[in-house]
């Protein structure tokens, strides 16, 4: 199948309704639900919103993903400074 | 000089950043250090386009980063709301600036001007010897009618401006960020531009009776 043609059947099927959560609005939610995230919630369970925002804006989920790797590097020390 | 202190609580961060130099300084020194870790990490772990630079490259990348990074906290301390860890909101913010930063180096020769006129970009028509097995002269026929319908769709239904931002973001994977500084607005007001784009689209294409399950066979089957 035509690459170009793909790309574009897949974008405009894949778009959400109307009153789902924009951009600016899911960037800042990111540090709030952290604290459940770490925990083992799902963001599709505790902001279903959010999710589907996710689910069709590759920048937001680019953001989403590199936040949670490094605060999962944070959390599991990875990150720290060499020990003097 | 002064102690470093890598935990701080919220209020002790704050006290510190808004404070005079002496306090600010070391401050400032830690939040830094502790955003270029984080990002350095991210840069050299998660980053398979970036694999390509020394470490030491990464590390420069990582450290101007986290310079930008912390001046942006620091001019929007008053919108810290205490809702989490500070240095969660920090990194927030951080990851921001990495990410806009990296997309405005991938695109950096982009150009809106050189998208061309609605709908060229698609095959001019259905090739019947594409694929594994020649397509039946029906199918040829219900290709480049489809064909027709989406050129048609794309021309008729969207604005130049929204089928220029659609066709960057789509097909060409041009950031929004990028998009944003070429069209003169902002990342959200594109956003929604082509969110409307999106769903202009895909009412015409339901009302035509064209299904995404519909299209994807009739032109992925060969």
């Not at chain 1, 953001?63 to 060499?82: H, K, N, V, W």
């Given at each position: ?10 974008v405009?099927?894949t778009t959400h309704?109307?009153?789902e ?31 589907a925002h996710l689910a069709c804006c590759p ?26 | ?197 999106r ?24």
């Open positions: 199948m035509d690459e170009k043609l793909r790309k574009i059947i897949e405009i099927f309704e109307e009153g959560m924009d951009c600016p609005t899911c960037h800042e939610n990111l540090h709030r639900l952290w604290s459940l995230v770490e925990n083992g919630a799902e963001i599709s369970e505790i902001v279903p919103a959010l999710a920048e937001c989920k680019e953001e989403y993903d590199a936040f949670t790797c490094i605060m999962r590097a944070e959390q599991q020390g990875l990150t720290s400074p060499p020990e003097a | 000089m002064a102690e470093r202190i890598l935990d701080r609580t919220n209020d002790e961060w704050l006290a510190a950043l808004q404070g005079a130099g002496e306090a600010q300084a070391p401050a400032l020194d830690d939040l830094k250090e502790r955003l270029q870790r984080g990002i350095f990490y991210y840069l050299s772990r998660e980053r398979s386009d970036l694999s390509s630079l020394s470490s030491h490259e990464l590390e420069q990348m990582s450290e101007d980063m986290a310079q930008d990074a912390t001046l942006r906290v620091l001019n929007n301390l008053d919108s810290f709301r205490g809702d989490s860890m500070f240095t969660t909101w920090a990194t927030r913010i951080a990851v921001r600036v990495a990410i806009s930063d990296l997309r405005r180096a991938r695109y950096k020769d982009f150009s809106l001007d050189n998208i061309m006129a609605d709908g060229d970009f698609l095959p001019a028509s259905a090739n019947p010897l594409m694929g594994e097995r020649p397509l039946s002269p029906e199918r040829v026929t219900e290709r480049n009618e489809v064909l027709g319908k989406i050129r048609a769709a794309l021309s008729e239904v969207l604005t130049d401006r929204q089928f220029r931002a659609l066709y960057a973001y789509a097909v060409q994977g041009v950031s929004l960020d990028v998009i944003a500084e070429e069209l003169d607005t902002n990342r959200n007001a594109l956003y929604k531009l082509i969110h409307d784009a769903q202009k689209l895909r009412i015409y294409f339901e009302n035509q009776g064209l299904s995404m399950d519909y299209l994807i066979n009739l032109f992925g089957e060969s």
